[in-house]
């Protein structure tokens, strides 16, 4: 669906907001001029998953396209003769999975007081529980006359679709503020990452660890590779078709057993390897001539994040060497700040990632359902920081 244009922000009456039916709308020149999309930008930390590449890829692959509930509904904001100001990666969906902030409980609710919650508005990287820019203006102008327009923009759009609602899922702090200041409800949630303080080497940062944790970790990283297993890692002109066959099969045993259906495709896996090989580290474990097990990543301005593992073999703490260790040990060596390793997890806390708060945001149109939400995201932004604050206390470093 092409929904006609929406008038101006009441910031700038020269701003139209366009929606459009594909990504394929978008050039790769101008979406390269959004800030956060491109490793050449000089002003704000490249974020892989808001790259044309990894985007396009995403509805030629046939991974969020309407047939898998992910209609795109991208919103475009254009100044005059159509110049790309900001834009949206916005999905119509008719469910709640892959998305890994969980409405099920509302969804459930709504319905059974007669209401329809789906179809829904959906704000996020399919599939990828990662934090990036969201609301993305473009680079070298002030973001906040432009996030201003988006947000209400998606509200406006929210309500001229009919649907019950609009969720902006793992946006930055600030865009969820602006999204608040314009009317969301925000939501909070908790992740755990590495973040690496200066460390020059794995054990520099084993150092910092409480003498316990230290012996542990080495411990389990010995017990790891003591089968004869030799770890890889993989980017660029590694990534051949045959290596993706390898990781594929490895993706599709944990998906099916986690998931049921595996969201991603093998075509996605050849595209990306295509157009943006060297923003992709594949950590393999390979043992007796195969590989075995292996992790995907994509490497940001200053943050690796971890996504896929899998394996077809299964050895104690192999999991943790491949995709916790070895993710620790690339970011040290290549001097990244940050390291996300996916959703959920306070089994990392022990392994030296630390709590870290995420945030949402959501525009609910029906005002019963929107006073039971916000009442509901209050007890729980609570609950997140009680629990946040428990676990800082609780990391794996020496005291002071």
């Not at 990287?125 to 990662?130: I, K």
């Not at 609009?166 to 939501?187: I, K, S, Y």
């Not at 590989?291 to 394996?311: K, S, V």
């Not at 690339?330 to 700040?337: F, N, T």
């Amino acid at each position: 669906m092409t929904d006609p244009a929406c008038n101006g922000s009441p910031e700038a009456d020269d701003f139209v907001l366009r929606v459009v039916p594909s990504f394929s709308q978008f050039g790769e020149s101008e979406w390269r001029s959004l800030a956060g999309t491109c490793s050449s930008d000089d002003t704000t930390p490249y974020n892989p998953f808001v790259s044309h590449g990894f985007l396009s890829s995403l509805e030629e692959a046939g991974c969020a396209v309407r047939e898998t509930g992910w209609q795109p509904q991208h919103l475009r904001l254009e100044g005059p003769g159509g110049v790309l100001l900001g834009a949206i990666p916005c999905f119509l969906k008719s469910h709640s999975q892959g998305e890994y902030v969980f409405d099920h409980g509302w969804a459930d609710a709504f319905e059974r007081a007669g209401g329809a919650y789906y179809p829904k508005l959906q704000v996020s990287v399919p599939f990828t529980p990662a934090t990036g820019p969201r609301l993305l203006a473009r680079r070298g102008d002030g973001p906040a006359a432009v996030h201003g327009a988006l947000a209400t923009g998606l509200k406006t759009l929210t309500e001229r679709l009919g649907v019950s609602s609009a969720h902006v899922t793992f946006a930055p702090a600030a865009e969820a503020d602006a999204l608040e200041q314009a009317g969301f409800l925000r939501r909070t949630d908790q992740q755990f990452h590495f973040r690496n303080d200066g460390y020059g080497s794995f054990d520099d940062f084993l150092a910092s660890l409480a003498s316990r944790k230290r012996k542990a970790i080495r411990k389990e990283r010995r017990d790891a590779l003591e089968p004869g297993i030799a770890i890889e890692w993989l980017s660029g002109r590694d990534l051949t078709e045959a290596v993706w066959d390898d990781f594929f099969r490895f993706y599709i045993d944990t998906g099916g057993r986690k998931w049921g259906r595996p969201y991603l495709t093998r075509r996605f896996f050849s595209l990306i390897g295509e157009r943006m090989a060297n923003d992709i580290l594949l950590i393999m474990a390979r043992r007796d001539g195969r590989y075995i097990a292996g992790a995907i990543n994509f490497i940001g301005g200053d943050t690796l994040f971890g996504r896929h593992w899998g394996c077809v073999e299964d050895h104690p703490f192999l999991h943790f060497e491949v995709c916790y260790y070895q993710a620790i040990a690339y970011a040290i060596e290549r001097g990244l700040k940050v390291v996300e390793a996916g959703a959920q997890g306070p089994h990392k806390l022990a392994r030296g990632y630390v709590p870290v708060t995420t945030h949402s945001a959501h525009f609910i149109a029906h005002p019963g359902l929107r006073r039971a939400v916000a009442d509901y995201l209050d007890h729980e932004r609570a609950d997140v920081a009680r629990v946040g604050a428990y676990f800082e206390e609780h990391a794996p470093f020496k005291k002071s």
